[in-house]
């Protein structure tokens, strides 16, 4: 172990800068004990208990001692760095010397430099989201509650301390919403237009806001309330708030809403709010019967296309028709006897769910993992039996995985699994576009839908793969060139689920038609 | 109105999925990323606890009132007392100590050597083993000097016959007190309790402290205010820089003492002793701190901080709204620069009342105007402004009287909310003297530490039941 000494005459620095030379030097490779001190008597004889020096060196308070102790070699060149790096200008003078903000870490230091705020999106696990709404409503900031996972009881106190502050709760479990113009979390690029829909389903407002748009309409609000909302204990809170800004609202002329039934009461007072509004009111409660749903102002709507189609007209100061199932000209390859049975294969849940209600009308039981009735519910979801459709967005399948969505991988093996199935005849599937989804479906999907057809034929059979696109023109997708894709393999698009669904019926009730038409 | 909503221009903050603000962002929105993370370390029941206080009109309130009295209070330099005379609640058989209350057996080296040495410097016994012995007896009540209207820094001990500074808030006429600062080195506060160290308490007190007395009451008092502000625009931050504030008090002082009676040799000696210490100050700022800070104290539902302080086991924090309740955690390590022949294996953790500065709005948190302190941690002065202006984020207004020259003399930010530091994450800074774990060592370093989250997020649980009982 050897020790070196150096001293700079008349060489002051204060002593903060010393102790990070000091510490500087100690790093330096063979140096055992490093410091540099300015040579007080004080100084030198803590340098001597210390070990650093062997006696006291003649020096003074103004000058600059270095002593280090280490392997021989080292110590010269270390000198010389310690040295050098004195008579440096320091790092710090050449700096960063523009000044830098830092980013915020709560919704409160956020509103701190982000003026004009007034809606927080909320996507955060769900065990965080409620207390993150809650501040965000007691700043007077409105909520878009995306995270799911959110207790019924916070839901209640969220929308009721926002109902006192005049502030909307979209959500929990709110997938979806349009707000002044801006398409928020997944949701599509839609025309802006006279039409405000209020939907407790995420996929059913991209379904409807997608269709007014590709039939020429425009979208002044969508409100998303989370599916929740029209619980008993919830009472439709952001429904009736929803429906009575858009009433409000000169932008908007026509209003659809959109649900699963509400509850009787829920019903009752979402109805006399809708007769009330003063506006034109299209109401989808998936499944109801249209009678008890029909009052002044109030047309009642069986499917999303019907909300979608009676808004349009109702825009254009029409009164809205009755639809039909538009199936035209759908030609389709003979079916082997065997193969009787539709297989749904759903990203989206109210999709999947009004697909089981327009099927269940036309062919009788259909399984699911989210059935209309409870004594249609699969007992393994991995299986499909007889009719079946599969909403792959549900908690059982995304469990530490992306939402099919975004992730294709489930469904295209599902896919695969399902035309391996002599017993099926036709694969229904939903591709949903827009802000959030995959960026390009088609290339996930076409190669295994190719594939699929492939296993099929293989086996003597033609397999029928029909579905719909919800999406826009103006979604970063781009719906004809997604279109365009699937239909280059095969797939028979139609305009919406409804649509899409019916005719996979119609191909399973007249599995006779041999090369025919529909 | 929510369709008052459809009338502005839609401005999201979007906290989570960043690909959400991108895709804002993508339509021609309007859109500001929160960089969240769960608050309270994950502790949902505390972060519930929190979301209730947010923004909450009667928390803002009592924060407003609170931040009013600490900004309106004028700390003044009345006196030189004796402990066991203006203390209030002293007895004779007591000695104060820094932090939040501490048992003898659970107490660090520094302070129980210190505690030692205070003993023989009382002169209860003459002997080292039997003032230890003493000590554990229980036959001494050991209390915070919090609770005494005092402060002291490091070991912080304050015994019956010491000498204390006696500042007064004229504002609403209440007291604080601090020790006196012995210099750096081999001292009381350190745990040192050599006989060197000992004479100098008596010289502090027989010769000291009387000059220092006649020289206050000539005076008539030292406005404190101004020279502290003085101070931050001469690159201190009064509390581990004090070298301008040290020298504008020795100014202010001098003459007065020449016209005292204190003998020739004296008055040489405590100029000396002054000059010979860049920190002398510093009990000073602490005792004035305390004053200003004090005011905040014991307004129902505030969540500003009125104490951090350290006892080299635990850090503690006392919050206006929660009355004298210590939230406690243990006490970190000090992230800094050692002295030769010494690292942070030799470290006491972090130790002294004198985070009372942290809290006033001065030290760490008007570290901008003095970048000097920022290189104990190998920062530049731009790193000191930053640190300065990350505290804007979790304090409740800035102290107009200390003003800071690198931000265009905007005021220091002060009053630290609770439930800002815990929905950030955002930690104050405290700049601080590092102690050696060992008694009687003294002081082996400077740096720079953060008060635990854990103190803050008990403050908020424990304040949010107050609340909502009310």
Known sequence: ?518 | MIQALFQEKLHVLNVGLSSFADSITRAGGSVLQIEWAPPAQGQQEVGRALARLVNLLSVETANQTAFDAYQAAQPVLKGVGTASRVLPNMAERMILHSGPPIAWTDMCGPMKGAIVGAILYEGWTENLARAEAMASSGEIAFEPCHHHNAVGPMAGIISPSMPVWMVTNTTNGYQAFSNFNEGLGKALRFGANGLDVITRLKWMGQVLAPALRASVELLGGVDLKPMMAQALHMGDEVHNRNAAASSLFLKRLISALLKTRTPAADIAAVVEFIAGNDHFFLNLSMAACKAMTDAAHGVPGSSMVTAMARNGVEFGIRVSGTGSRWFTAPAPIVDGLFFPGYSAADAAPDLGDSAITETAGVGGFAMAASPAIVKFVGGTPQDAIDNTMAMTHITVGRNNAFTLPALNFAGSPAGIDIRKVVDTGIQPIINTGIAHREAGIGQIGAGITRAPLACFMQAVSALAKMVSAT
Request: proline share 5%; charged share 20%.
């Open chain 1, 1 to 518: 172990m050897a020790r070196a000494t150096k001293i700079i005459r008349n060489f002051y620095r204060d002593s903060v800068s010393l102790m990070q030379l000091s510490s500087t030097i100690t790093k330096l490779p063979g140096v055992e004990q490093a410091s540099a001190i300015m040579a007080s008597p004080n100084n030198v004889a803590l340098l001597v208990e210390a070990g650093l020096l062997a006696e006291p060196v003649e020096a003074d308070a103004n000058d600059l001692l270095i002593a280090l102790q280490g392997n021989a070699e080292a110590l010269e060149s270390a000198l010389a760095a310690a040295e050098s790096a004195l008579k440096q200008p320091s790092p710090s003078s050449t700096g960063n010397e523009q000044s830098r903000g830092m980013s915020p870490r709560s919704i409160e230091m956020g509103l701190g430099n982000f003026v004009g705020a007034n809606l927080v999106l909320i996507s955060t696990p769900g065990e965080y989201a409620a207390a993150e709404a809650f501040k965000a409503l007691s700043l007077g900031l409105n909520v878009m509650l995306f995270s799911d996972n959110v207790a019924l009881k916070d839901e209640i106190l969220l929308k009721r301390f926002a109902q006192e502050r005049d502030l909307i709760v979209m959500g929990p479990d709110c997938g979806t919403a349009i707000i002044n113009g801006i398409p928020l979390a997944f949701a599509n690029v839609v025309r802006r237009g006279v039409v405000g829909v209020v939907g407790a389903s995420g996929t059913g407002l991209q379904q409807v806001t997608c269709l007014v748009d590709r039939w020429g309409g425009g979208i002044s609000q969508a409100i998303g309330t989370g599916g929740h909302d029209l619980h008993r204990d919830v009472g439709g809170i952001s429904m009736l708030q929803g429906l009575k800004a858009l009433a409000a609202d000169p932008s908007t002329s026509v209003i659809v809403l959109i649900s699963k039934p509400p509850s009787p009461e829920v019903a009752g007072k979402v109805l006399e709010a809708a007769s009330g509004a003063g506006k034109a009111v299209v109401i989808n409660f998936l499944g109801a019967d249209p009678d008890r749903v029909r009052r002044e102002n109030i047309y009642p709507a069986a499917t999303l296309e019907d909300a979608a189609a009676a808004a349009v007209a109702l825009a254009n100061g029409r009164t809205p028709e009755a639809r039909r199932a538009r199936v035209t000209s759908l030609s389709i390859a003979p079916l082997a006897p065997q193969q009787r049975y539709i297989r749904g294969l759903y990203s989206g849940g109210t999709f999947c769910y009004e697909a089981s209600l327009l099927l269940k009308k036309e062919l009788g039981q259909i399984n699911s993992n989210t059935p209309v009735e409870p004594e249609d519910r699969l007992s393994d979801v991995w299986t499909s039996r007889k009719h079946t459709v599969i909403d792959l967005g549900d908690d059982l399948f995304t469990r530490g995985r992306p939402h099919p969505m975004i992730d294709h991988r489930l469904r295209n093996e599902r896919l695969i699994k399902e035309a391996n199935d002599p017993e099926v005849a036709v694969i229904l599937l939903d591709v949903v576009l827009g802000y959030g989804s995959h960026p390009d479906p088609a290339a996930e999907m076409v190669p295994v839908i190719q594939k699929a057809r492939d296993l099929a034929s293989k086996a003597g059979r033609h397999l029928a793969i029909m579905g719909f696109v919800c999406g826009t023109a103006a979604d970063p997708q781009n719906l004809s060139k997604q279109e365009t894709a699937f239909q280059e393999v095969g797939v028979t698009l139609a305009e919406s689920n409804a649509q899409a669904v019916r005719m996979a019926a119609s191909v399973v009730r007249k599995p006779d038609v041999v090369g025919g038409r529909l």
